[in-house]
């Protein structure tokens, strides 16, 4: 079946510092990888995807590359604000997949302090 | 753009009440989902429909049902509220299920059930 793993948090890091959030996912063929944000009371919004191998998504300063020789989707940013701290969700999509719904990781929380 | 909208905000419920969950689009999608996210679980889907006239169990259905009122609504109902229903339930909906297509969340609903 279609499954993600993330590494579980809570990681706490300092202003400034390098944030990689591990994520690998099992799917049948190649599926379309996203990661979703969630701020303290509010719902997920998208923050990248990727739809193919070797792709790379980015936003607001986050990176992420599909990477399917190690079914992996990390993500990345060089220096992490306290603005950053929130919920971050991993995520795919199978390939013509018919009618099967986004499948997420159960989230890495992320506090950044001053 | 109003995008995803949840009501109510906020419900608390006594153990056997029965309640609708209102979720509405204005994106003209054909996909819409209901996930519950409770602590260390991660998302969890509920039900989803993903056109117009079908709708599908998900992970957790039990205690549940759903109408897809017309392509806008999707709405769902507690028949008797459990305690174990206590969640925060988030509605989504995408263009279609499947492909690269991301889903679009709801603020989402805090129910609690006492």
């Known amino acids: 079946g279609n499954s993600v793993t993330q590494m579980e948090g809570p990681v706490t890091l300092s202003e400034e510092a390098f944030l990689t959030i591990n994520c690998t996912y099992t799917?049948?063929?190649?599926?379309?990888l996203f990661w979703y944000v969630q701020y303290p009371g509010e719902g997920l919004q998208l923050l990248l995807k990727?739809?193919?191998?070797?792709d790379k998504g980015s936003n607001k300063g986050f990176e992420a590359t599909y990477r399917k020789e190690t079914t992996s989707f990390h993500l990345e940013k060089g220096s992490v604000q306290v603005s950053d701290s929130a919920v971050y969700f991993c995520?795919?999509?199978?390939?013509?997949?018919?009618?099967?719904?986004?499948?997420f990781g159960k989230g890495t929380r992320l506090s950044v302090i001053a | 753009n109003a995008g995803v909208t949840q009501t109510p905000k906020f419900q608390v419920l006594k153990t056997g009440q029965s309640m609708t969950l209102q979720c509405a689009q204005d994106?003209?999608?054909?996909?819409m989902y209901w996930y519950r996210q409770d602590p260390g679980m991660g998302l969890r889907l509920i039900y989803y429909s993903a056109s117009e006239g079908t709708t599908d169990k998900g992970e957790v259905p039990n205690g549940y049902n759903v109408s897809r009122l017309n392509k806008r609504e999707f709405s769902l109902r507690l028949e008797s509220a459990a305690p174990s229903q206590t969640s925060v339930y988030f509605c989504?909906?995408?263009?279609?299920?499947?492909?690269?297509?991301?889903?679009?969340f709801g603020q989402g609903t805090r129910l609690t059930v006492v």
């Open positions: 989504a909906s995408r263009p279609m299920t499947g492909g690269g297509t991301e889903a679009f």
């Open positions: 799917a049948t063929g190649y599926p379309s």
């Open positions: 994106m003209n999608h054909n996909s």
């Open positions: 990727a739809t193919k191998a070797d």
């Open positions: 995520a795919l999509s199978p390939r013509n997949s018919g009618n099967t719904p986004l499948v």
